[in-house]
């Protein structure tokens, strides 16, 4: 990211995240409204998440973000994130079914 | 500010942060109570007159962050905005500055506006942007760049009238 512009607006995004000044959060909230799903998983996320796999596959090196082949370490399922909007790998940790999104961290239940 | 009162007003938000950038929940736990024991330990070293205690604890919680990536060796590089840079981040780094930030967001268009959420605050890249909202990828990278120019002649007039003097 080159432009100094840019760099300005990552860091006052940045800061955003821990002051959550009300007026910027009012307009963030706006947008994840427009174009979120919600928490609560749907039947299509559920049926897409009960196609996943959690075994690595063969041949070259992953990039992050892959929906077709999950990180190689640890417990991935397939699942629609319903904060990123797109088919991501969610890793089981802790109890009670929980999974968290590899792009963006969102936590669903599975 | 007692320490009491400064965890409870900002727990959630520097939780919140950490959060954000730690993949695992009990790390982010960890890290959390680091954070608050150093603003314990340190309260004598706060001085009023060089910011507010908002961002000395933002300092705090980003180097803890920083810590953290560098103490478990990960290999992904730090994100840009994430380097330290206390100077730099106690001018910018202030509650008006994220209000012009709001003010600026709220000259662009609604899709413009949204772009420029999705991918500086969501990091999601403008691919994602596109499958995300059904914009084709030419009209988010229009937007984007409309957005950003609009966005700097913003913050130009603004230099011109006092704010942000020492980043253009």
């Known amino acids: 990211m080159s432009d100094q512009t840019e760099r300005k607006i990552k860091r006052l995004f940045d800061y955003q995240r821990f002051e959550q000044e009300p007026g910027l959060q009012k307009l963030i909230d706006d947008t994840k409204e427009r174009y979120s799903g919600g928490r609560i998983l749907s039947d299509d996320i559920l049926e897409f998440a009960a ?4 075994r ?15 990180p190689e370490k640890g417990d991935w399922t397939k699942a629609m994130c319903p904060e990123c909007g797109c088919p991501r790998w969610f890793e089981r940790r802790g109890h009670g ?6 792009m963006c961290n969102f936590e669903i239940f599975i | 500010m007692e320490i009491e009162e400064i965890y ?6 520097v939780y919140s942060y950490i959060r954000s950038r730690v993949n695992s929940a009990e790390d982010a736990e960890d890290i959390c109570s680091n954070v608050f024991l150093k603003i314990q330990t340190r309260s004598e070293e706060y001085e009023k ?19 953290y990536y560098r103490v478990h060796r990960i290999s992904e590089e730090l994100p840009e905005e994430i380097v330290s ?3 730099l981040d106690r001018d910018l780094l202030q509650k008006e500055t ?8 709220g000259h662009l268009s609604e899709e413009e506006r949204d772009v420029i959420i999705l991918h500086y605050y969501d990091n999601l890249s403008l691919r994602d942007i596109e499958k995300k909202t059904g914009m084709s990828y030419g009209q988010v990278k229009l937007r984007h760049n409309s957005a950003l120019k609009e966005m700097k002649k913003f913050f130009l007039k603004k230099s011109a009238s006092g704010r942000f ?3 253009q």
């Open chain 1, 51 to 54: 196609g996943g796999v959690n």
């Open chain 1, 56 to 70: 690595p596959q063969d041949g070259g090196e992953r990039q992050k973000g892959d929906p077709n082949r999950p």
């Open chain 1, 97 to 102: 079914g929980r999974a968290f999104c590899e």
């Open chain 2, 8 to 13: 409870r007003n900002y727990h959630d938000k």
């Open chain 2, 49 to 67: 007159d060089k910011g507010a205690v908002s961002t000395w604890i933002y300092a705090i919680t980003k180097n803890a962050v920083i810590d």
């Open chain 2, 85 to 87: 840079d206390d100077e």
């Open chain 2, 98 to 105: 994220l209000q012009e930030l709001s003010e600026a967001l």
């Open chain 2, 165 to 167: 003097s020492s980043y």
